[in-house]
């Protein structure tokens, strides 16, 4: 029978720190002055998405092999999985802690890999039925557009959208067919209009659209993108044969045909650059791309240009063009200078400086300048305050006239799908907040990404320091599968050919889950007071207080800083 044991004098007590009875009524769990708490931390992969998914619980549900469950996931914070899996720069896989321990785990890939699944399977968006009143226009139906009237459908809305070309999807129609099948961008695209949102395709604001056609609605949210490209600013770039990059990825998306003869110049070192270089040489062409930074600079996406490389594409970096050469009023080549890197301009980047004496030139029948958008803002002076040439908004996108917002492009300048979205989300919910007559000062700073649905963590971000990394092995990253540089320049095939379920399920595996309970067990193995046990469902683990003298080998040993030590004071007030 257990009885409580009782030390009356020091004479009573053992020689050494020990139960003498039984632990039933001897609650060793007196004994402690700090106690173990398990508390989700973030990953950096969640913190640098763009888009706001939550990529650790995707991998987790991956991993189990609950792929629509981890889709679903996806979704309530990105509708488009299948165009960002393929197209997104992925700044998430650059502060992914599995870098160093074996590279970083393909995330762009299982999202790809989700996406492609849910096509397949026909899974429908969730969806949500009229709940809340006030009328709402979107201007432009690019990502970022796209994705608030999403949003905003999701919280019960039903937005109308304006869009200035003949189909919605914006400069995501530009990206070409070996990147971004036209059938994926479509089929993401229908299933917003299966939700029920409305899209008035060949509507131009400052045209078919004006601002007193705006004014019977409660908010409007503009996000026209860029889509005017910059010039060289050079002699004799007006001639036949100068053709910009967006034009010609324009025409290629159209079925137009392109003629570009046999050698191409291009100009920049960004997404479209690259897209135009590979794009010319699918159409035969010998193809150079001229950059006037160093590759450590080109924010080309890094596997883009290595497959650029890998298909022929000559890159020359620390060249910038002085003049297209002309005969006749055509293009003949150009005339460079070699570049050296001087001191960070506004742009945080070196700025390029030209050599004097260093002049060259290069015959090319087609120059394609791809020097990046600009927005197209001309409409909206006047109208709306602009800074640089983009709408200036706040933190919650609000612009200067009452009851409009702005995002993506035209706001940020970001320049990507997944930044995009991340924008228009945050744009439907704080027009949300704004029709419930709600604040929306506590949305975070637009370096930092929202979410649409609720996460129970600590903002803490956990590196590979706060790691234990003896529970890790160095485990390589699986091999991505693509067509052969020779069968990819045969067509306009897509050349990623993505991953197969072994290969996903194995990059779920090599996810640490940094910051995240996963239930591996390691606490309830190592408890030396048995204090900790399993909760039903698989939602992790209780720890019995009574039991735990806070002796730390769970916080200690857990491979993923998932339990935290505090102060038993803090509980106890």
């Not at 769990?29 to 973030?42: C, I, N, S």
């Not at 005017?228 to 770039?237: A, F, I, K, L, Q």
């Not at 983009?390 to 996108?397: F, L, P, S």
């Amino acid at each position: 029978m257990s009885r409580e044991i009782v030390f009356r004098t020091e004479a009573d007590m053992p020689p050494m720190p020990m139960s003498i009875g039984t632990t039933l009524t001897n609650k060793t769990g007196t004994w402690r002055y700090v106690r173990p708490v398990y508390l989700d931390r973030t990953a950096p992969c969640n913190q640098n998405c763009p888009a706001g998914e939550d990529i650790v619980a995707q991998m987790d549900l991956i991993r189990r092999k609950r792929y629509r469950q981890a889709w679903e996931l996806l979704v309530r914070e990105n509708p488009f999985p299948g165009v960002c899996g393929r197209v997104c720069p992925h700044p998430c896989e650059r502060e992914c802690n599995r870098i160093e321990v074996g590279g970083a785990v393909a995330i762009h890939l299982q999202e790809r890999f989700l996406a492609d699944r849910a096509l397949q399977e026909r899974w429908p968006l969730p969806t949500q039925s009229l709940t809340q009143d006030g009328r709402i226009a979107v201007v432009g139906a690019g990502p970022a557009g796209l994705a608030c009237a999403y949003h905003l459908t999701l919280l019960g809305y039903r937005p109308l959208v304006f869009e200035s070309a003949a189909e919605p999807g914006g400069m995501m129609r530009l990206i070409p067919e070996y990147r971004l099948p036209k059938r994926v961008l479509d089929a993401e695209i229908g299933a917003l209009v299966d939700l029920g949102i409305a899209i008035r395709t060949s509507t131009r604001l400052g045209e078919s659209l004006d601002y007193a056609d705006l004014a019977d609605y409660d908010a409007v949210f503009v996000a026209v993108g860029q889509s005017v490209s910059r010039s060289m600013g050079v002699p004799g770039e007006d001639a036949v044969g100068v053709i910009h990059g967006i034009d010609l990825l324009e025409r290629l998306r159209a079925g137009q045909p392109v003629t570009v003869g046999s050698s191409v110049v291009v100009i920049g070192g960004g997404n479209t650059a690259v897209d135009a270089a590979r794009s010319a040489r699918r159409l035969g062409a010998e193809v150079t791309i001229l950059y006037r930074r160093s590759r450590n600079e080109m924010p080309a996406i890094d596997e883009e240009i290595d497959e650029a490389v890998e298909e022929g594409v000559d890159i020359r970096f620390l060249t910038a063009p002085v003049e297209v050469l002309t005969t006749n009023g055509r293009a003949r080549g150009l005339r460079c200078v070699r570049t050296v890197l001087g001191e960070p301009d506004e742009s945080g980047r070196r700025r390029p400086l030209a050599v004097g004496g260093s002049e060259h030139d290069i015959i090319a029948e087609t120059i394609i300048p791809a020097l990046g958008q600009m927005a197209d803002v001309g409409f909206m002076e006047g109208k709306l305050d602009l800074t640089r040439g983009r709408v200036a908004c706040d933190a919650a996108a609000r612009a200067s006239l009452e009851g409009f917002f702005a995002g993506g492009d035209v706001a940020t300048g970001a320049g990507n799908v997944a930044a995009a979205v991340g924008s228009g989300k945050r744009a439907a919910l704080a027009i949300d907040r704004y029709l419930r007559g709600e604040s929306s000062d506590d949305l975070p700073p637009v370096n930092e990404a929202v979410h649409a649905v609720h996460r129970d963590q600590d903002t803490t971000v956990v590196r590979l320091a706060d790691l234990n990394l003896d529970y890790f092995e160095v485990e390589e990253r699986s091999g991505e599968k693509h067509l052969a540089p020779g069968l990819r320049l045969a067509s306009f095939r897509e050349a990623n050919l993505g991953f197969d379920e072994v290969s996903a399920l194995r990059e779920a595996e090599r996810c640490m889950s940094c910051g995240t309970c996963n239930r591996c067990d390691t606490c309830l193995i190592l408890c030396p007071d048995v204090a900790i046990r399993r909760l039903p469902d698989e939602r992790g683990y209780e720890i019995d207080y009574d039991y735990c003298k806070g002796c730390g080998i769970c916080a200690e040993e857990c491979p993923r800083h998932a339990v935290s030590i505090q102060e038993e004071v803090q509980w106890t007030k």
